[in-house]
């Protein structure tokens, strides 16, 4: 017969076994779910990427042909098409990465549940362990009936310390998978947040492009001849170009475009990045939201923080452990109060945080101030213009942009953009390094028009 000691031993591993295969079979079926919803998601998104590249094969081959109202509004409407296929792409691989997050919260809580019960288990051996030890050897010996018995209960203390030990083995194991699961969700949420930005540049795209389309329906032949002499006319004015406001949301005293080429002039004579291409990329990421700079930092500890406007509270204003501690080092060299300095605000996954007209976060603005520093001979600030600017084509530099082709723009753009060039299942991505070297390319007209009329 056992023991009182075995045979609370035994319940307990019998509950604790119990309550694992119970939530595993449960978590397993919900994951089941998941992957094949998944798997349809991704049919459905190749069959979108082939429909895609026929559109721009279609654009490419109509762009060769003479230029007439018709091929163009035939263009506009290929373009629209386009938009519209990656805008309903990028909403499938949106809610592809939502089950992507939702599977790993789900794993998340499967592994806090594990790690509760397996302490729920080790609390009750501690326990039964301490009452043990409270009694000596001798009063063992006397209560228990047999010699027997007596020897149970050593082996059962032995066996305790195994399982003790196994269980907190367990939990060390447990929280690193817990560990590595949050950074997994925290890169998929950032994943996310980075399809929001080019889903909205999309659909500002599109907007456009179907106002552009609907003008030119209502002209003739005739008409569309002279609205493009008058738009190569319009173009031409070097006041109109030098009237142009460069938006960067979060400067005081937004710099004209005349003012914004000498600065990016000034950093190519340092770098070699092209003028018009710094200025694309400045624009595209000034110009993705209202929200840019309109946060202030409140707690460091949670990142959380408030509106500017309106004082609203928000989480995620800036992360805690990869952010805070250097924007807290930034703004004292800087003698500003970190807690009433404009950052940006989060979306609605990822982080906010990133400060000034470059928008970096104050993780990577640590690796350029000491380079910033030795240029300008002060403490690199990101809010001023100038070494935003700066921080920029140093930045861009940093990969591979001063070559100056468009294929090293592009990849430096998505760099800047995501860290990554990769056109893989979210190469939804590579929209972003499009819309910059097409921005480029009319700032780069711009500027040759402006020189001209120096």
Excluded: H
């Amino acid at each position: 017969m056992f023991s009182r000691l075995s045979r609370t031993l035994v319940l307990i591993s019998f509950i604790s076994s119990l309550c694992f295969f119970s939530s595993l079979f449960n978590f397993q079926s919900s994951a089941q779910s998941l992957i094949e919803e998944r798997e349809a998601l991704e049919k459905e998104l190749q069959k979108l990427e082939e429909e895609i590249a026929q559109y721009e094969r279609d654009i490419t081959k109509t762009q060769q042909e003479k230029k007439s109202l018709q091929n163009e509004i035939y263009i506009l409407r290929q373009k629209i098409n386009k938009l519209d296929s990656q805008i309903y792409r990028n909403n499938l691989i949106i809610k592809d990465l939502s089950l992507q997050i939702q599977d790993t919260q789900n794993s998340i809580n499967q592994t806090s549940l594990k790690i509760s019960q397996i302490q729920e288990n080790l609390g009750n051996i501690l326990q039964l362990r301490y009452e043990e030890d409270q009694r000596t050897l001798v009063e063992i010996f006397l209560v228990e009936e047999s010699l027997s018995g007596f020897f149970d209960n050593l082996m059962a203390l032995e066996v305790l310390n195994l399982k003790t030990q196994e269980l907190l083995n367990n939990v060390k194991n447990l929280k690193t998978n817990l560990e590595n699961q949050k950074k997994e969700m925290d890169q998929e949420k950032e994943n996310l947040e980075r399809m929001v930005i080019i889903q909205t540049l999309q659909k500002q795209e599109q907007q456009k492009t179907k106002q552009e389309q609907e003008y030119l329906l209502r002209l003739t032949e005739s008409q569309y001849q002279q609205y493009l002499q008058k738009k190569q006319k319009a173009e031409e004015k070097a006041a109109e170009i030098r009237a142009r406001i460069f938006e960067l949301i979060g400067v005081p005293e937004a710099p004209t475009f005349g003012e914004a080429l000498d600065l990016a002039k000034y950093v190519q004579s340092i770098t070699g990045v092209r003028p018009a291409f710094l200025l694309a990329v400045l624009t595209q990421e000034s110009n993705i939201g209202k929200n840019v700079g309109q946060c202030y930092l409140k707690n460091p500890t949670t990142g959380e923080g408030v509106v500017a406007f309106n004082g609203k509270k928000v989480s995620r204003v800036m992360k805690p452990n990869r952010d805070v501690p250097y924007f807290l080092a930034i703004t004292k060299k800087l003698g500003r109060d970190p807690y009433n300095t404009l950052v940006s605000c989060p979306m609605s996954y990822g982080w906010g945080g990133a400060m000034g007209p470059a928008q970096f976060i104050p993780s990577t603005w640590v690796r350029y101030e000491e380079r910033i520093s030795k240029i300008t001979g002060k403490p690199a600030d990101p809010w001023n213009i100038k070494d935003a600017f700066l921080a920029a084509g140093l930045y861009l530099a940093d990969y591979g942009a001063a070559k100056g082709t468009e294929t090293a723009e592009w990849k430096a753009a998505m760099i800047y953009f995501s860290g990554t060039t990769r056109r893989t299942r979210y190469n939804g991505y590579g929209f972003y390094g499009d819309s910059v070297i097409n921005l480029a390319a009319k700032y780069q007209s711009d500027i040759e028009v402006l020189e001209a009329a120096k």
